[in-house]
């Protein structure tokens, strides 16, 4: 449906479904291009001032494609946010300058050019190493630094789900200051079936917040997962 939307810059459609997730609890939007190597500018063009005129929330630009990400942060009227960079090479050295040329919140995922690792401990160190130390050179504060451990799917990675919530606990509990913190949460569903996948959430949500997650990228419209949160925040 989105990817729809996208190709025939639906404007209508769009706003329809960004105001539905704010009216639902989203304090801020993921907006997911995919990579749009080609288009990605001409689509945050569009698409900026589409949901800008929609909602009064801060955006967030997920893509691989920077030259998009430096469009959509340059047309928003908030503070905006970038999905993301990494220890690899290539996305350390490029991205966090432009988060910190606009001001903008970081996602920084804990894996470098050898993938996603599996132990807290190595998304831990990668993050002390080369994340909050790259964030602290360009100019961005903590409290725009927003580690992501990522999140694997409880289909074929079970064993690997807690070591995301212990890189979490870690970097709340053991850093001084803590940066932010967040994640895909439902990633620990995916291949998962239909009338399981929200109930995997809510779990999986509840987890990460009782050891201090901050933010979760997450779908709104869940009516149970928006009263999960709500009742663990109350």
Same mark, same amino acid.
Not at 24 to 47: C, F, R, S, T, Y
Not at 64 to 82: C, D, Q, Y
Not at 146 to 154: A, E, G, K, Q
Not at 165 to 172: F, G, N, P, S
């Given at each position: 449906?989105?990817?729809?939307?996208?190709?025939?810059?639906?404007?209508? &459609?769009?706003?329809?479904?960004?105001?539905?997730?704010?009216?639902?609890?989203? *304090?801020?939007?993921?907006?997911?291009?995919?990579? *749009? $190597? $080609?288009?990605?500018?001409?689509?945050?063009?569009?698409?900026? /001032?589409? +949901?800008? =005129?929609?909602?009064?929330?801060?955006?967030?630009?997920?893509? @691989?494609?920077?030259?998009?990400?430096? @469009?959509?942060? %340059?047309? @928003?009227?908030? $503070?905006?946010?970038?999905? !993301?960079?990494?220890?690899? /090479?290539?996305?350390?050295?490029?991205?966090?300058?432009?988060? &910190?040329?606009?001001?903008?919140?970081?996602?920084?995922?804990?894996?470098? $050019?050898?993938?996603?690792?599996?132990?807290? =401990?190595?998304?831990?160190?990668? &993050?002390?190493? !080369?994340?909050?130390?790259?964030?602290?050179?360009?100019?961005?504060?903590? =409290? #725009?630094?927003?580690?992501?451990?990522?999140?694997?799917? +409880?289909?074929?990675?079970?064993?690997?789900?807690?070591?995301?919530?212990?890189?979490?606990?870690?970097?709340? *509990?053991?850093? #001084?200051?803590?940066?932010?913190?967040?994640?895909?949460? %439902?990633?620990? %569903?995916?291949?998962? %079936?239909?009338?399981?996948?929200?109930?995997?959430?809510?779990?999986?949500?509840?987890?990460?917040?009782?050891?201090?997650?901050? !933010?979760?990228?997450?779908?709104?419209? #869940?009516?149970?997962?928006? =009263?999960?949160?709500?009742?663990?925040?109350?």
């Amino acid at each position: 449906e989105i990817k729809q939307i996208l190709a025939d810059r639906d404007t209508p &459609a769009i706003q329809r479904l960004a105001a539905a997730q704010v009216a639902h609890g989203a *304090q801020l939007l993921d907006l997911n291009i995919g990579p *749009q $190597k $080609k288009e990605g500018v001409e689509l945050m063009k569009w698409l900026v /001032p589409a +949901v800008e =005129e929609a909602v009064d929330v801060p955006l967030c630009f997920d893509t @691989t494609n920077l030259e998009a990400i430096r @469009t959509g942060l %340059s047309l @928003t009227t908030r $503070k905006g946010m970038v999905n !993301s960079a990494s220890a690899e /090479p290539e996305r350390l050295e490029q991205v966090p300058p432009v988060a &910190a040329e606009y001001g903008a919140r970081l996602v920084a995922l804990m894996m470098g $050019k050898g993938g996603i690792p599996m132990t807290a =401990e190595e998304r831990v160190t990668i &993050a002390i190493e !080369s994340l909050i130390p790259r964030a602290m050179e360009v100019g961005i504060p903590m =409290e #725009d630094l927003f580690l992501d451990p990522l999140v694997l799917t +409880v289909a074929g990675c079970q064993e690997y789900c807690p070591h995301a919530i212990e890189a979490i606990r870690y970097v709340k *509990q053991g850093m #001084d200051p803590a940066p932010m913190t967040t994640c895909g949460l %439902s990633n620990v %569903s995916n291949q998962v %079936s239909a009338a399981n996948r929200s109930l995997l959430n809510r779990v999986y949500a509840v987890m990460l917040m009782a050891v201090g997650i901050d !933010s979760v990228i997450a779908d709104p419209l #869940d009516g149970e997962l928006m =009263e999960t949160i709500r009742t663990v925040e109350a």
